[in-house]
């Protein structure tokens, strides 16, 4: 069996909390469905859970119920940070299920057969992240932004998800992190605290976050190129650096 985890409770205070992001609608269709029509498309998925915060729980599931061919799902409580979430989520999965996959609903653009290869590294390596080589240099600084170091690109990877994992792996990276405290920013950095390796599997540069008000113009760009239709629904205010609502062109 084989169980994604879709955190989708974040607040999107990068994107100036107009709204949570995962409902912004890209092509017409919001980005928490896009997420969740890829993984339902993947033969090799048997069911999805989705953390979505409590006051929009009862929004997510009338979304979920309107739009056909979404595999079996069911929405959880999110927690206050990403992490928190996917523990809310990962309690309520049976132990029958083998394989779970951590997936950012906020990555709408994955495409199942990234999936299918994520769930057949999980099966070879227990532990594995989409990733994509780094493109550009990186500095590390101090607390007044001079450069103390610039660590070699080569070895540098940009971690993306899906992260797909043996069950029992994940179980046990989740129930160490909690007891001490340590709170990461993915979910392969809570396995790799057990001395656990994992295998990186590469990615592609369109699978974008919506994190900031750009990314949705990228988004939306890239699946217009894989749709081939247009129907801008949101533009971005530079000036205010802020989505707006309107007919961009
Ligand atoms: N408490 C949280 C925080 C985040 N997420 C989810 O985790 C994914 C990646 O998180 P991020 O991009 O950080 O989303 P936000 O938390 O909404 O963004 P921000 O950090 O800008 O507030 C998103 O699908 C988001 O909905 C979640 O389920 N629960
Ligand atoms: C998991 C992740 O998408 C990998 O790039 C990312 O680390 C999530 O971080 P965020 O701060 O929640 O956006």
Redesign the pocket.
């Known amino acids: 069996m084989v169980t994604v985890i879709?955190?989708?409770?974040?607040?999107?205070?990068?994107?100036n909390h107009v709204t949570?992001?995962?409902f912004i609608p890209l092509l017409n269709r919001p980005v928490l469905i896009h997420s969740v029509l890829a993984f339902s498309a993947c033969p090799e998925v048997d069911n999805l859970v989705i953390?979505a915060a409590r006051s929009e729980i009862a929004f997510v599931e009338k979304m979920l119920s309107g739009v056909a061919g979404i595999k079996p799902w069911k929405v959880v409580a999110?927690?206050?940070?990403?992490q928190?979430?996917?523990a809310n989520a990962l309690a309520v999965i049976p132990d029958t299920v083998e394989v779970i996959l951590v997936h950012?609903?906020?990555?709408p653009l994955i495409k199942p057969r990234m999936i299918s290869q994520m769930i057949a590294a999980a099966r070879e390596f227990k532990a594995a992240g989409l990733a994509v080589p780094l493109k550009d240099t990186v500095k590390k600084v101090d607390e007044d932004c001079f450069v103390t170091e610039t660590p070699a690109r080569r070895s540098m990877w940009i971690m993306q998800t899906p992260q797909a994992f043996d069950a029992a792996i994940l179980r046990q990276a989740y129930i160490h992190a909690a007891q001490d405290g340590f709170l990461g920013t993915d979910d392969a950095s809570l396995v790799e605290r057990l001395g656990i390796r994992v295998k990186l599997v590469e990615g592609s540069y369109s699978n974008v976050?919506?994190?900031t008000p750009e990314d949705i113009i990228i988004a939306e760009a890239l699946m217009k190129k894989r749709y081939g239709y247009e129907m801008l629904r949101f533009g971005v205010d530079y000036e205010e650096n802020r989505v707006v609502e309107g007919n961009f062109k």
């Open positions: 879709l955190p989708a409770a974040g607040q999107g205070k990068r994107m949570n992001k995962v953390a999110g927690g206050s940070e990403r928190y979430s996917i950012d609903a906020a990555r976050k919506i994190t």
